[in-house]
């Protein structure tokens, strides 16, 4: 069956930011648990793991709303990554319900931004966007 996902790096708060998402959408990760760096197999050519990355997020997925599947990693720099917070992509909600879209954004505006709060707009949806307290923007729409 397809699927739509979005993945998430995050610079060394994957796993606060998923028990965040967690609580506002509920359910489990999927197989129930989070794979780690540390798990990573040694391997020819390739450093060791550094010590203080070993217990960072190497993979987390969450399925959210619609079978949507929020994923996400740690980028340790110490890999050869530079985590970038940008305006670059929006996670885009359609819940079911309009008392459902209210309870969703305002989980996930807690300690964030909003930009345009929620209201009916002129295409018809009742719409708004916000940035979560870790720097992803959402939008909210339900028809």
């Given amino acids: 069956m397809s699927q739509t996902g979005t ?6 708060n994957t796993e606060e930011a998923f028990n965040f998402y967690k609580s506002v959408f509920g359910g489990d990760f999927v197989d129930g648990k989070i794979n780690r760096f540390g798990e990573i197999p040694p391997q020819e050519g390739m450093p060791p793991i550094a010590e203080e990355d ?5 993979h987390i997925a969450l399925p959210i709303l619609g079978g949507h599947l ?12 530079k985590v ?3 305006n670059n992509f929006y996670i885009s909600l359609h819940p079911d319900s309009r008392s459902e879209a209210d309870s969703l954004f305002t989980k996930l505006a807690e300690a964030g931004e909003v930009e345009m709060p929620m209201q009916d707009m ?5 719409f708004g966007s916000l940035t979560d307290k870790f720097g ?8």
């Fill in 84 to 86: 970038n917070q940008g």
């Fill in 70 to 81: 929020l994923m996400g990693t740690d980028a340790p720099e110490s890999m050869g990554f």
């Fill in 7 to 12: 993945y998430l790096n995050f610079s060394r």
């Fill in 54 to 58: 070993k217990n960072l997020v190497m």
């Fill in 136 to 143: 992803i923007k959402w939008m909210v729409s339900f028809r």
């Fill in 122 to 126: 002129f295409w018809g949806d009742y």
